[in-house]
């Protein structure tokens, strides 16, 4: 896929960096933009001059996460089976294949990091934030899911943490992200990009084969320990909640009435 539409796509020097760019929309992920990030991942991947890559967002917001309204105008009627088979793609694998790329990623966070924009930015190794950057998972108070597609919660926040967040809905500012270790640097909003990408520029000086290896091996760890059979068995148990009355009642509201629930539960 060549012509990106809403990304865009930069080589500079040894760092590519990958935008998503519907800023008008807080770049709310809609499917064309998730098909174009899964590419743009793999390119940077076969890219032999890449040496590490950023995920960034344009405007004011990194995301808001998933296209809601795209969603529920595309696929509000959707089976069972049909719903799986997209989530099981354009969620869960676009995600892992991001969480699995052999070079370092680093996701630059500002404004609005929310649900399926939470999911892919703890995909990335490292997490620079602004500080007026947020992160929340509201999805279980708006749509009646136990979490996003891809349980990273107890990994990223630890168990209590990922408690509180879920059942409540609530925001996680960057300095409590600091705090918790989910967020890398925070660094004021004005040097966010410069500060990345110096990052970036850093880690890239070392050996792409050890850096590699590195990353194979920490995320080794998290494999040794269930990682993916979790994140499998959450899934299943994800795609049950969208089944579930529950969910249908509050989807009977529209998109607008679910997008305002996740903001209030933020
Ligand atoms: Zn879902």
Redesign the pocket.
Known sequence: MNNYQNITYEQIGPVVRITQNRPERRNAQDERMLDELDAAFAAAERDEACRVVILAGAGDHFSAGHDIKEGMSKRANATVEE?FAF?EEK?FRYSLRIFDLSKPTIAQVQGACVAGAFMVANMCDLIVASEDAYFADPVLHSFA?PA??VLFHPYALGLRLAKDVLFTGRRIDAREGLSVGMVSRVVPRIELEAQTLALAEHIAEASPFALKLAKRSLNRVLDLQGFREALSAHFDT??LA?ASSAARTLLEGGADSRIAAGKAGD
Request: charged share 35%; proline share 0%; glycine share 0%.
């Open positions: 719903r989530e969620y899911s996003v597609e994800h795609q969208h």
